[in-house]
């Protein structure tokens, strides 16, 4: 991605503009970053040969006629590749978010995470095993309420363990976004229990990363402990004598109000012939969450958004067709995602569909070029090397909602990206 910070009055000046500064920008290129970077990283080299990061471009189909998944179909480039930045406004409202990713590399039994919460709630745990002994890792609920509390639980979804981080990201995701319905059970007062089933059976052998995210829904408080245990223990007893672990230095745990945000940008007309685009967990335009450590009352910064359930309507128009489009700008990206039409229609979309993952080598690019002085040109350069996963076509009358959150695994911002579809 190449960006500019001189200012031009045409498209056509802008595109010769945009394209001087390309060797400038190669010869600066810095290399990826490296895993002491609080952005989430995870080396490709276990996945060379299942994915293609060159200059491939993953495309699903653009049609919403039914719930099934993209096949893959060859981009469209308008004359002018020059990218203009949309403003967008956000609101943030919905659920309360557990977040649990930190000690990230457990070492030691014990609770992750803990607080209690009531009402609309999402837990999100992302943790490894690096103990030399099969683990289990499951979400605990106490109902510390006077009174029997219903627990309905509306979505959500967990990825098998495996110390491939892309394919659990990208598994964990597709679940979460899934078509599915809700599970319901009451807790007596005092009572506790595993969130789901299946985690306590779930086994995590060293090395093995586990990474899942649930909405639920609470009519009574209730304590709510991420625990990691020895994979012959029963989670909801073990918590009874479980100490909280120390966070590690990222401290990327906490809780989190208001974990849904709304986004949506100003109205885009495909009959002026630009393309347009704005970012997600940016941490600029889209600025990352405050919450609180209820652990030990510290402070916390939600880095990366993760958890967070994004709404992205995208007002169109004309009846013309606008072509849809995410792209990684931060490097290696694997996940999922909801499109929700004005007409009803629901599908989930793979990003990139095909391939595990895509977008190894954007984040030198993004950082050389930086993001920070493209905000303030508002022009961006869709090249030949940028990869894009095909979100779909649609009009003012089929106009989306996406619903996307930062997945497990991958790095961020990515950018969505409209131009008018031929």
Do not use: W
Not at 314 to 329: D, G, H, I, R
């Amino acid at each position: 991605m190449l960006f500019s910070t001189t200012p031009v009055s045409a498209d056509a000046s802008q595109d010769a503009t945009l394209a001087q500064s390309t060797d400038a920008l190669d010869a600066a290129a810095t290399p990826l970053r490296t895993p002491a970077d609080t952005t989430r990283v995870v080396t490709p080299t276990e996945h060379a040969n299942r994915g293609n990061t060159g200059n491939t471009r993953p495309i699903g189909r653009h049609g919403m006629d039914d719930d099934t998944t993209a096949t893959p179909a060859k981009p469209q480039r308008p004359v002018s590749r020059v990218m203009h930045r949309m403003e967008t406004t956000s609101t943030d409202s919905g659920a309360t978010l557990l977040f649990s990713d930190s000690p990230e590399y457990a070492t030691e039994d014990g609770i992750l995470y803990q607080d209690t919460v009531r009402g609309a709630a999402r837990v999100l745990y992302y943790h490894v095993n690096r103990m030399k002994a099969p683990k289990k890792v499951a979400v605990v609920l106490e109902n510390v309420g006077s009174g029997t509390s219903l627990v309905t639980i509306t979505r959500g979804g967990a990825s098998q363990p495996s110390p491939n981080y892309l394919d659990v990201g990208k598994g964990t995701q597709s679940l979460y976004f899934d078509a599915q319905g809700t599970q319901r059970f009451f807790l007596k007062a005092g009572e506790r229990r595993v969130l789901v089933t299946d985690m306590d059976k779930t086994i995590l052998r060293p090395e093995d990363l586990v990474y899942g995210c649930y909405d639920f829904l609470s009519s009574q408080p209730v304590r709510t402990s991420v625990v990691i245990c020895p994979a012959t223990a029963n989670p909801a007893d073990f918590v009874r004598r479980a100490r909280v672990l120390p966070a590690d230095e990222l401290r990327l745990r906490g809780t989190f109000a208001n974990a849904d945000r709304t986004i949506r940008p100003t109205t885009y007309d495909p009959a002026a012939g630009k393309i347009q685009y704005f970012l997600l967990a940016d941490n600029e335009t889209d600025v990352y969450r405050t919450g609180v450590d209820a652990t030990d009352g510290s402070a916390v910064l939600n880095y990366g958004n993760y958890g967070i359930l994004y709404h992205v309507q995208v007002p169109l128009a004309s009846m013309e067709k606008t072509q849809c489009y995410l792209s990684p700008f931060g490097g290696t990206y694997a996940g999922a995602l909801r499109v929700k039409t004005a007409v009803g229609l629901s599908r989930l979309i793979y990003t990139p569909y095909g391939m595990t993952f895509f977008g190894a080598g954007s984040d030198h690019m993004t950082e050389t070029a930086s993001i920070t002085k493209a905000r303030e040109s508002g022009l961006a350069m869709l090249t030949d090397s940028m990869e894009l996963a095909d979100i779909g076509q649609y009009n003012a009358r089929t106009a989306p909602t996406f619903e996307f959150s930062p997945p497990g695994a991958s790095n961020l911002p990515v950018a969505i990206i409209l131009m008018p579809a031929e």
